[in-house]
């Protein structure tokens, strides 16, 4: 699922990449050590760069360059494409994450 803003939801990099950068600014080193996190393992270089390169071309980011280092900004469009796609998210799987919340929190029969 593409969003108008652009946002490729198939692989869900793009609305991570997106989410936490409209948290702060982060570079790729950041954003691939915070995804990790959550997702268990660090997405590659290969993986990263790339969707971030694209992200600035379709205007959902800006980046900046200070030294070596990249930081990356959410703009405008990005905010509104972050928002576009936490609906979709919502829409398709809120109820399931509920149910699960609801049964993880009830005491075990």
Partial sequence: MKTSQGCDMRGLLCFQILWLVSKREMCGKELS???????????KAGTIYPAL??????????????????????????????AEAEDY?????????EEIYLARKSPAR
């Fill in 33 to 43: 050590s915070e995804i990790g996190k959550r997702k268990g393992q660090c997405p």
């Fill in 53 to 82: 390169r694209n992200l600035v071309d379709d205007r959902l980011l800006s980046r900046e360059r200070s030294g070596k280092t990249v930081r990356y900004r959410i703009t405008r469009r990005g905010r509104s494409a972050v």
């Fill in 89 to 97: 998210m919502y829409r398709t799987f809120g109820d399931m994450f």
